[in-house]
């Protein structure tokens, strides 16, 4: 199968050089144009694959101007492959705006298969891996951040986060106080010397990471195993609902009406309503 005119997307190794896939090398080898993240990063690798091809800077701060140019070329017939700093492009780097404007102008998008940290750390952390939730790294401001986790606390699925050496223990440690003693996997330094995966409750993992600033360096994907379902929960959303509506309206009508929402049953939300008056130490008189 003949291959031309396009936009290559061609993962590159995570660590070890030796996962490139011999249809990469081939690839890079033919195109007239290597668009990349990095280019002085991309250069050691096409260096060490003893390939000379142009390389073109394309990162989250140019992306949307090099979309232009670089479908400009593909289209007077020139090959281009998309290239990030490690892995697979778009996932967690740059590349959307480019293969979106490339669909809306009709250029042909090839994807080559090859290395991503996600499904690497996922394959090998113990974690079910029938369904997952990717998502990327987390916001770098707290209350951001425990934003997002709060959304995900009743996801059914193990959750998969890249996270940068600096933020790993404060992570850990909101994802402690969120989720309480849920499994957690830490994997550092994929297909690197320091390959490691380590394995504890989310609680046991925060002094373990603070122990030793060792733990905490390197290129690290972090997994959080699913939310155990209990048929007694009542689901996040709808005590967010009946909490809003308690401002406004009697008891028994926010939990009708939440109830009504959510599909979930009145009585429950009444009563849990009451033991968080209780907790407070201020019940409501009904």
Request: proline share 7%; with cysteine; net charge negative.
């Amino acid at each position: 199968m003949t291959e031309s005119c396009c936009l290559y997307i061609v993962p590159t190794p995570i660590g070890n050089l030796g996962d490139i896939t011999q249809r990469a090398v081939e690839v890079l080898g033919k195109v007239d144009l290597v668009a990349a993240e990095d280019t002085r990063h991309t250069g050691i690798l096409l260096s060490h694959l003893q390939i000379q091809v142009p390389l073109l800077a394309l990162h989250d701060h140019n992306e949307q101007q090099r979309a232009e140019l670089l479908i400009g070329k593909i289209r007077q017939g020139k090959n281009v492959a998309l290239v990030s700093d490690a892995g697979t492009p778009l996932i967690s780097d740059p590349g959307y705006h480019l293969v979106t404007r490339c669909r809306e102008a009709g250029v042909n998008v090839v994807p080559l298969p090859g290395p991503c940290a996600a499904v690497t750390a996922l394959s090998a952390a113990g974690l079910p891996t029938d369904r997952f939730a990717f998502e990327g790294f987390l916001p770098a401001k707290e209350k951001a951040r425990d934003d997002r986790l709060q959304s995900l606390i009743d996801e059914p699925r193990t959750l998969v986060f890249y996270e940068s050496p600096r933020r790993l223990l404060d992570t850990v440690t909101a994802i402690a106080r969120l989720y309480g003693p849920r499994p957690l996997v830490v994997a550092r330094e994929l297909t690197k010397t320091f390959e490691s995966f380590y394995s504890l409750p989310a609680t046991e993992m925060v002094a373990w990471l603070a122990a030793d600033d060792n733990r905490c360096r390197g290129e690290i994907v972090l997994m959080v195993a699913a939310a155990r379902p209990d048929p007694e929960a009542l689901p996040s959303e709808a005590l967010r609902t009946l909490t809003l509506l308690q401002r406004e309206l009697p008891l028994k009508k926010a939990a009708a009406l939440t109830a009504e929402i959510h599909g979930v049953k009145k009585n429950a939300l009444y009563k849990w309503a009451l033991e968080q008056a209780d907790c407070d130490g201020a019940g409501e008189s009904v």
